[in-house]
């Protein structure tokens, strides 16, 4: 069974620009996750979908970050425009049912804004 | 949200048994205790998860206190691979809220 795929791995921006990052859930969860990994941290919840509705989004900051999953499978996560807090590893994690004891995770996109 | 307590680092040598522990004293009646793990460079993966009984399965036991106010992740042997930070959550509705985490370092 193939994982939770994330692309890029690793983005380098500068303040003020915008990025987006890509994740591809395992085949057939209907729950997608981000989460946002500051270092030495643990991850925080940004945005839950179930399919293609938005669960839970109260952490993420929309005055700059937006997320989408059109089709109820993959899912974009865009920053515009970037602040130097905002780097961390952005991480992707799907589930077969929403409450589901298990999520798993992508390998997270590494963020640097300099 | 409830909250779990870990200690920041704990080492073990390699093949021996490593106890991780975990306090949790404000757990409610239906929060479930779930363990993750993060390897370097990784994502977090899922360990393990219980709510009273005790568990086992192929990558480690979970021991809860008959309280429910604290448990302990039990690796039986450690290898080099079990290097990572541990987490220990509570889940909270639909959410995994996580926490400082252990990190486990393990001697050859």
């Known amino acids: 069974e193939a994982g939770v795929a994330q692309s890029p791995r690793y983005k380098i921006i500068e303040k003020r620009q915008s990025v987006a990052f890509w994740c591809n859930p395992i085949?057939?969860?209907?729950?997608l996750y981000w989460y946002q990994q500051i270092l030495g941290q643990g991850p925080k919840l940004l945005i839950q979908f179930q399919n293609n509705g938005v669960v839970d989004d109260s952490q993420l900051p929309k005055d700059r970050f937006s997320a989408e999953r059109l089709k109820g499978v993959d899912s974009t996560l865009k920053i515009q425009p970037a602040k130097l807090e905002d780097s961390a590893v952005y991480l992707c994690?799907?589930?077969?049912?929403?409450?589901?004891?298990?999520?798993?995770f992508g390998p997270g996109t590494r963020l640097t804004v300099t | 949200d409830a909250k779990t307590t870990q200690p920041n680092s704990m080492e073990s040598n390699e093949e021996e048994p490593v106890h991780l522990p975990c306090n949790h004293s404000?757990?409610?009646?239906?929060?479930?205790i779930h363990w993750y793990r993060q390897l370097p460079s990784q994502g977090p993966e899922y360990v393990i998860h219980?709510?009273?009984s005790n568990v086992n399965n192929r990558m480690a036991s979970l021991a809860i206190a008959e309280d429910r106010k604290s448990s302990t992740l039990i690796l039986h042997r450690a290898t080099l691979r079990d290097a990572a930070v541990y987490y220990c959550i509570l889940r909270d509705r639909l959410e995994l809220i996580f926490g400082q985490g252990t990190e486990l370092s393990v001697k050859p």
């Open positions: 994690a799907s589930s077969s049912i929403a409450g589901s004891y298990e999520q798993y």
């Open positions: 404000t757990i409610s009646g239906t929060d479930y």
């Open positions: 085949s057939g969860h209907a729950t």
């Open positions: 219980g709510l009273t």
